[in-house]
């Protein structure tokens, strides 16, 4: 796997090394659970800049990746996204690191204000404050 600036130029081949990679992009992981502590998925997101990136893995064939505006509120099921990936794990993630950080102007419309952080679901229904770092 090789990167050019802040974009992945490989294709990845396995889930562990686009979890690595992600992690290194500043992604942090939750795992929502359902009422009996059973863990329904493994989700990553990421606040930069006026976006919030997030990823959802179900199973190996079925993730999805999303852009969404910062201003959104709730981030697992959006009003809004401004990019969209579904299908297996490997593609999902090459496509999601593929993403550039910066927006270009007039490639996407992402309100100005930027992105301070986002909820995420938590344990037993509640749900938490993933600050922007």
Known sequence: MTSSGDTITAEITDIESGLQELIHRGYQFVHPCDANGEVLAVVGVRVHDNVVDVVRLNAEDD?????LP???EDILE?????WRFAGD?????????ALPDERTPGSLYV?????KGCWVPGRGGTSKWLAAS
């Open 89 to 97: 794990a490997a593609t999902v993630l090459t496509a999601l690191l």
């Open 111 to 115: 309100p100005e204000t930027a992105a």
């Open 78 to 82: 959006p009003e809004v996204s401004l």
């Open 63 to 67: 993730v999805v990746a999303t852009r």
């Open 70 to 72: 910062g201003t959104e």
